[in-house]
């Protein structure tokens, strides 16, 4: 079982900044790949980005590459998503993930609001 605890979601201006956190905990934790997805109003959960915990392999969705970058800390086991020059279409409840090929776990979601 793992758990996962996002924080830093909040209210932002478009061109703003902000910095998600994930606190993970459980057993064999560091053998998951990590990431954060997005669910916007009205829509699916969508990838953002991920990273292997050594840090060697990332990948991001074409909506925020260059803008958002994913890093984690395996001595911490937490998961960071830095997200620069925010867009109102960047509005969603965004989620940490934790997966491996049999399973995956979420987080309870932090919510994340652009204006324009």
């Known amino acids: 079982q793992v758990l996962l605890v996002e924080s830093g979601g909040g209210l932002v201006q478009a061109g703003g900044s902000l910095r998600l956190s994930c606190a993970a905990s459980?057993?064999?934790?560091?053998?998951?790949?990590m990431g954060w997805f997005r669910q916007g109003p009205g829509k699916e959960r969508d990838f953002v980005a991920t990273i292997s915990w050594n840090g060697s392999t990332t990948y991001y969705a074409d909506s925020i590459k260059g803008r958002f970058t994913i890093s984690g800390d395996n001595v911490k086991k937490t998961l960071d998503l830095q997200m620069n020059s925010l867009k109102p279409e960047d509005t969603a409840v965004y989620y940490c993930?934790?997966?491996?090929?049999?399973?995956?776990?979420w987080g309870q979601g932090t919510q994340v609001t652009v204006s324009s």
């Open positions: 459980g057993r064999a934790v560091g053998t998951y790949f």
């Open positions: 993930n934790a997966r491996n090929l049999a399973v995956g776990y």
